[in-house]
């Protein structure tokens, strides 16, 4: 029987979607309004079953909405909105404990198939592993009862597919938080809340010490170096592993908080991040000495919610977006930094949603913005979300296109950040000629300052003379765009 034939027996209408970890866990979620399904083999299923009910009492426990030999279907949120799973993380109830005890205590608290320590010691050696063991640290972490099932709150969404982590080696009063971590030793992306995480990181550290220990070749390899940068982090800083770093990049780029003696752990996150990065028409390179391995890189795991309040701090008020307009949207923090400088009239040549031209009316040297897209119902939506942060009366709303708009009005700067090719953009390099807005002849003719905001792949050498580039870095120090800026050619009206 398929699977899908085995989940209609549930008789709710489901939706399927692949689970994208290659670890324990069904192949394939069913989500429907208010409910999550999924379907394994009878034994599992019996297994699963048998440990729903031994938690049932717990204030924690999911409640099974229905089951057949081969399926189970949880509750997930009474109100149900359109994505089942978020409103299912985000109902569940959490038991928040702080636990004081040292790093040993604290990681025998963790189930594992192998002793952690005599792993650790293979890593980073005896003494090193000892000082560790010995530490005292004060940890916080989400605790449950014995559940065969899966729980909501480990249910998480991760990047490229919906992340199932199983319940099975929970302990009563320990952690399945090895269960946790799980997506971040795969690659998939990391469900920690935030980057001071000691529940976070001593799970990661005992998942990873089990890679290292059961996995072959690279991947061994691979789990040993990034175990090590967890020690790092979890001992003082003084004992922190220091590797030379230089770093080739183009001459704008400040590379200086990766250059010279830094942390293991800094400078497997510029590799990651920056080594073969095309960046303004050049590549960088990162060489570290000792050479290290990059890892796998693992994006945080963020909710959707805190994602869009990123765009807009006032998301919650009732912003407007569509699909395309959400895509293109700068990071609120972004618009900021776009708009420093801005003064006088100010036209926004593609204003989208608003994100950039709300940024520039809240200046208070900005006298007037005027906010310009060819497509009506952004320009509405824009107009929608500058009410929101009550600048709407300090931006003139104009449908049309830009060209004609420069032509007749006179303003002080021109900010342009053109369609970048959706979302398929070339990611290895592109020049004028590749945006679907074609801003040089906008840059020829306006005479004011100018502020270009441009995929982080545009390579900016291609650019008339008298432009300076800087990265558009989000919170966590990745390079988004570029932001390109060239001052006025003479004042207004001379
Ligand atoms: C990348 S989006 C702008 C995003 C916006 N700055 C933000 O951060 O929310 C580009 C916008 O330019 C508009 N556009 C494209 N060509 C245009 C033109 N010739 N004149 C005016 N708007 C144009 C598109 O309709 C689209 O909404």
Known sequence: MRDDEVIAELGMPLEARPSALPFDGPRTWWIGDGIVAWCASEARVRDELAGLARGAAHPLAPRVVAHTARAIALAASPDAPEDALEALVASAPREVRTIEATVRAHLEGIASPISVPRALARIVGRARTDRLLARTLRVTTRVGPILGGVHPAWLRRAEGGV??????????????AIDLVAPEVFGLGALRDDDDDAAYDLALLAALAREATLARGDD???????ARDVVDRLMPRDTARAVR?????????????????????????????????????????????PPLRAGRAAPPWRPRSERRRELFSRWDRGIQADDEGLFSATPEALADRIAEGAHGVVIDGTCGIGSIAIALARRPEVREVIAVDLDTSR???????????????????????????????RADVLVLDPPWGGRDYDRARVVAEDLALDVRPLIATFEGAIVLKLPRSFDVRTL?????????????????????RRAAQRPRGA
């Open 464 to 484: 008339p003379p008298g432009f300076v580039t800087e990265p558009g870095v989000d919170a966590r120090g990745g390079i988004k765009m570029l932001i390109v």
């Open 220 to 226: 061994a390899e691979d789990a040993a170096e990034r």
């Open 379 to 409: 320009l509405a939506m824009a107009a929608h979300n500058a009410r929101i942060y009550d600048v709407a009366s300090r931006i003139r709303f104009v449908h049309g296109d830009v060209h004609d708009v420069i032509a007749r009005e």
């Open 163 to 176: 992340a199932s982590l199983s319940m099975r080696h929970a302990q009563h009063e320990g952690w399945s």
């Open 245 to 289: 770093v230089r770093v080739e990049a183009p001459a704008w780029l400040d590379t200086s908080r990766w250059r010279g003696d830094i942390p293991a752990a800094k400078a497997r996150w510029a590799l990651r991040e920056l080594d073969g990065l095309p960046l303004g028409g050049e590549i960088v390179r990162v060489h570290v000495d």
